[in-house]
């Protein structure tokens, strides 16, 4: 099994950049689909992006398509999420999850799961 581990949130102005990062240990990365999910305070948590195991497919919820940009770098075992024009609804817990099936938006399908990090977005 894998374990993940977010990092990278933090307090930024509406309009600014983070890049979220997720490590990834315990097994072979590349074996693995990734996706990244939000949750904000009193809402259900929601889907943001996917990735395929090597990185050829990427999908994004609506909300984020054109400003968030998900990568990976396998010989690191890294995911990443960059994150820019963030806007105040962008404020949640951030999760990474891992597959070793590409699962998109079906986070119920997702086996493993980061503990989150928090992203704030103050206008």
């Known amino acids: 099994q894998v374990q993940l581990v977010e990092s990278g949130g933090g307090l930024v102005q509406a309009g600014g950049s983070l890049r979220l990062s997720c490590a990834a240990s315990?097994?072979?990365?590349?074996?693995?689909?990734m996706g990244w999910f939000r949750q904000a305070p009193g809402q259900e948590r929601e889907f943001v992006s996917a990735?395929?195991?090597?990185?050829?497919?990427?999908d994004y919820a609506d909300s984020v398509k054109g400003r968030f940009t998900v990568s990976r770098d396998n010989t690191k075992n890294m995911l990443y999420l960059q994150m820019s024009g963030l806007k105040p609804t962008d404020t949640a817990v951030y999760y990474c999850?891992?597959?070793?099936?590409?699962?998109?938006?079906?986070?119920?399908?997702?086996?493993?799961w980061g503990q989150g990090t928090q992203v704030t977005v103050s206008s």
């Open positions: 999850a891992a597959d070793r099936l590409y699962r998109r938006d079906r986070q119920s399908a997702y086996d493993y």
């Open positions: 990735i395929s195991r090597n990185g050829d497919i990427t």
């Open positions: 315990g097994d072979t990365f590349s074996r693995y689909a």
